[in-house]
């Protein structure tokens, strides 16, 4: 099934090639030679024609090889939050130097790589929703009509939200606008009622099982809509989506959505669309095409691993020191919560400036089990491969740690199978990425229920993923069965009383659960908190990696957002796009 979706994909791209659709024949009837190399507007317009046009507008998904304009948001999302360093070294891909620092300009690449895509997205959105509306094809019913509109609507309202957090302003462009009148459109207006009417219609037209894997369903547009209202802080709004959601939502096999029990089988190819995955950028590998596979993430293996580790290159993506104290938790397995890793004795021991050829010791403290399906570190299994070796896996540790990322990295069970070989490296992966999964869902809905006062049904929401991670099946073991490190996790028992406090919980919890996968820039920057939290951050990562980090500064009323890319402002002229503050 992912071999046939993905292979949809590569007949999508070769029907976008024909830009804006605009064909033109001569008048006289035997001179009338349809391009080569083209699709003529009719077969565009056929049922199968708009099909493959809406499978391209899914392909966008990922950024197509974008490191900055897919939905994972490693570097936009992960990395601004504090949750990884760029890793590496100081001289590869250095662009992303300036995001890790905030030091973006107009004129970066950063911002103008992931502009361009995300519009890119939101043309093949547009380019359904034309097609549909004017297709003459009898065999394209009404039904057919309305499930494929309310699919483009959907991706409309995904690439419009990645806008919305990225830049905060941006044109809002849809299928009612010629070329010529785009490019006049001011980035003034209000987004965010545009996304709640895309992601409305699709809620109400959606189908409840979706029509195939991968594709958006009324449950993945029911989470997406109660996203866009947290966003907003509409949180009664907000609560009726989610408890719709944990109430009936439904997978593509028809089950009802749940926690898997193994938290590490999330980040496995073999359990891509499982039942806690909610809407996934789906990929396959050995189809023909390596940007089939999931290429976003094929910068972020450890370094120099050899037939030992998977890929090859490149050593990005290093989780923080920060990040890796965060699973330190005390007696009772609880959190110790923001700023504990400003103590000392709460750190966890690194073998930073130690050679893999030297002895080491693992951190023998508690620590929440999800530390170890985050992040890399020294002397405990690296997935199905061997021990994390350390030094000899990462390619500077004095500007980047000692350690190396671990979700949406490849199983040595998997290589060849569910990875591609055939291009510059052997780390192309089948593997999905999800960019809602029930997890986040049950944490979003857990904080509106705080919002709203009700403290309790937060606290047992939040259980319930403790709950899951507590399980002893699913903590790293070594060889002979024995827990790799000393895992300790409890769930929250007392009642939760104070909205301040409960809030604190859910805030980590959604650090500790979904660290890595994107969310953790913009959580902080919809709370409040970006300013206070990233400069603590900066001051504490910078101090132990002062080539990478140190002097950096988060700036208030100017970081949250990504500048307009200059050259937009170039082309449509300031009069038209209007920078954001600061920059």
């Known amino acids: ?172 462009i849809d299928e009612t606008l010629t070329s010529d009148e785009a490019i006049k459109v001011p980035n003034t207006v209000d987004l965010w009622p545009k996304i709640e009417e895309d992601f409305t219609f699709a809620l109400n037209n959606l189908p409840e099982v979706p029509s195939g894997k991968g594709r958006a369903n009324k449950w993945a547009a029911a989470a997406y809509l109660g996203k866009t209202y947290l966003f907003e802080k509409k949180y009664s709004e907000a609560k009726a989506q989610f408890d719709a959601v944990i109430a009936n939502g439904k997978t593509s096999s028809g089950a009802k959505y749940e926690l898997l029990p193994r938290y590490a089988d999330i980040f496995n190819a073999v359990y891509d669309n499982n039942s806690e995955s909610i809407f996934a950028i789906q990929a396959a590998a050995n189809s023909g095409s390596t940007n089939n596979a999931n290429p976003d993430f094929v910068l972020n293996f450890p370094y120099n691993t050899g037939a030992d580790g998977p890929g090859s290159c490149c050593g990005f993506f290093q989780p923080s020191f920060e990040l890796a104290n965060s699973f330190r938790v005390d007696a009772n397995g ?11 004795g709460n750190e966890l021991a690194t073998d930073q400036g130690i050679l893999s050829s030297e002895p080491f010791t693992p951190d023998a403290g508690p620590v929440d089990p999800r530390l170890d399906h985050s992040v890399g570190r020294r002397g405990i299994p690296y997935l199905d491969w061997k021990d994390f070796p350390g030094y000899d896996w990462i390619r500077d540790q004095a500007y980047a740690g000692p350690y190396a990322p671990k979700k949406y990295i490849y199983y040595r069970a998997n290589e060849g199978s569910l990875t591609d070989g055939s291009s510059w490296t052997r780390g192309y992966s089948s593997m999905n990425f999800t960019i809602i999964r029930f997890a986040d869902v049950l944490l979003m809905a857990a904080e509106a229920e705080i919002e709203l006062n009700n403290l309790e049904a937060a606290r047992a929401l939040t259980n319930q993923v403790r709950a899951r991670a507590a399980n002893p099946a699913s903590w790293v073991k070594r060889a002979d069965g024995s827990n790799a490190a000393n895992y300790v996790i409890g769930l929250y028992s007392s009642p939760w009383t104070d909205a301040n406090v409960a809030r604190a919980a859910v805030r980590f919890e959604r650090k500790l659960e979904l660290s890595g996968e994107g969310h953790r820039f913009y959580d902080l920057v919809r709370w409040g908190i970006a300013e206070s939290t990233m400069n603590a951050y900066l001051a504490y990562e910078g101090a132990k990696l002062p080539n990478a980090l140190g002097g950096a500064t988060f700036k208030a009323n100017k970081n949250e957002y990504y500048p307009i890319p200059q050259a937009q402002i170039d082309r449509q002229g300031a009069d038209v796009l209007r920078q954001n503050p600061g920059y």
């Open 334 to 344: 609880l959190p110790l919560l923001d700023g504990s890793y400003k103590n000392p």
């Open 1 to 172: 099934m992912k071999n046939k979706i993905s292979n949809k994909l590569l007949i999508a791209l070769n029907v976008i090639l024909i830009g804006n659709l605009i064909l033109t024949a001569c008048q006289k009837e035997f001179l009338e030679v349809a391009p080569t190399g083209q699709l003529t507007e009719e077969v565009l317009s056929s049922k199968k024609g708009i099909e493959g046009v809406l499978i391209g507008a899914y392909s966008m998904l990922g950024g197509r090889g974008n490191y900055f304009g897919g939905a994972s948001n490693w570097a936009n999302g992960s990395i601004q939050g504090g949750e990884a360093n760029k890793g590496t070294n100081a001289g590869d891909f250095n662009d992303i130097n300036f995001v890790q620092r905030f030091e973006l300009q107009p004129t970066s690449r950063v911002n103008g790589d992931r502009w361009g895509p995300i519009y890119e997205g939101i043309s093949r959105a547009n380019t359904v929703l034309k097609l549909a509306a004017a297709s003459t094809d009898p065999s394209l019913t009404d039904a057919d009509k309305t499930r494929i509109s309310a699919e483009a609507r959907f991706l409309r309202g995904h690439y419009y939200f990645e806008l919305k957090k990225s830049y905060n302003n941006a044109p809002y």
